[in-house]
T-cell receptor, first 117, second 114 residues
Framework: EAGVTQFPSHSVIEKGQTVTLRCDPI?????LYWYRRVMGKEIKFLLH????????ESGMPNNRFLAERTGGTYSTLKVQPAELEDSGVYFC???????????????FGPGTRLLVL | AQSVAQPEDQVNVAEGNPLTVKCTYS??????LFWYVQYPNRGLQFLLK??????LVKGSYGFEAEFNKSQTSFHLKKPSALVSDSALYFC????????????FGGGTRVLVKP
């Protein structure tokens, strides 16, 4: 089966511009997660969708970040306006059932490398 | 709050020698522990996990990890390293009392020399 896919693989934008990242989870996975790794630091949780609903968005850094998952399939993460400190790698992951039930594995995509100049 | 520490930024090992990547964790509830690997220009690949049961967990590519509750550790091991094991390794934990998010360590770069 196809894994988690993310688009674009790389994005270079200027400060103040808008960027939209897309994630397509593994088919049939209701749970979708966004994480990011900035400046070579730890990978940090951003938010968790169950189908189209936001289950946990405690990791979203500020209101410049907007995540959506219309229809419960693919998800987008929009950064508007982008700042220099937003540079990093944005990962998407999916799982068939939430970790809370059986320690289900989250499967990660290849990431989108964002550079804000 | 949950946290993960990977005390070594880099581990160097000769091909054929044993490989150990260290990980310690802190959670308030029962831990679910994971190891992921990131090869150059690739995404995170799942290696193995500990949920419950046997403390020694076996995973992909000959890797295994031992859960030690008293030392709150989950070290990754491989008896005989390959050059192709050179990559970035991440330990992650999910606290049973803290929702679904994974908390990651800072990563350990492994370099296996021929």
């Amino acid at each position: 089966e196809a894994g988690v896919t993310q688009f674009p693989s790389h994005s270079v934008i200027e400060k103040g511009q808008t960027v939209t990242l897309r994630c397509d989870p593994i088919s049939g996975h209701d749970n979708l997660y966004w994480y990011r790794r900035v400046m070579g630091k730890e990978i940090k949780f951003l938010l968790h969708f169950v189908k189209e609903s936001k289950q946990d968005e405690s990791g979203m850094p500020n209101n410049r970040f907007l995540a959506e998952r219309t229809g419960g399939t693919y998800s987008t993460l929009k950064v508007q306006p982008a700042e220099l400190e937003d540079s990093g790698v944005y990962f998407c992951a999916s799982s068939s059932t939430p970790l809370i039930f059986r320690g289900e594995t989250q499967y990660f995509g290849p990431g989108t490398r964002l550079l804000v100049l | 709050a949950q946290s993960v520490a990977q005390p070594e930024d880099q581990v160097n090992v000769a091909e054929g020698n044993p490989l150990t990547v260290k990980c310690t964790y802190s959670v308030s509830g029962n831990p679910y522990l994971f190891w992921y690997v990131q090869y150059p220009n690739r995404g995170l690949q799942f290696l193995l996990k500990y949920i419950t049961g046997d403390n020694l967990v076996k995973g992909s590519y000959g890797f295994e990890a031992e859960f030690n509750k008293s030392q709150t550790s989950f070290h990754l091991k491989k008896p005989s390293a390959l050059v192709s094991d050179s990559a970035l390794y991440f330990c992650a934990v999910r606290d049973g009392a803290a929702g679904n998010k994974l908390t990651f360590g800072g990563g350990t770069r492994v370099l296996v020399k021929p």
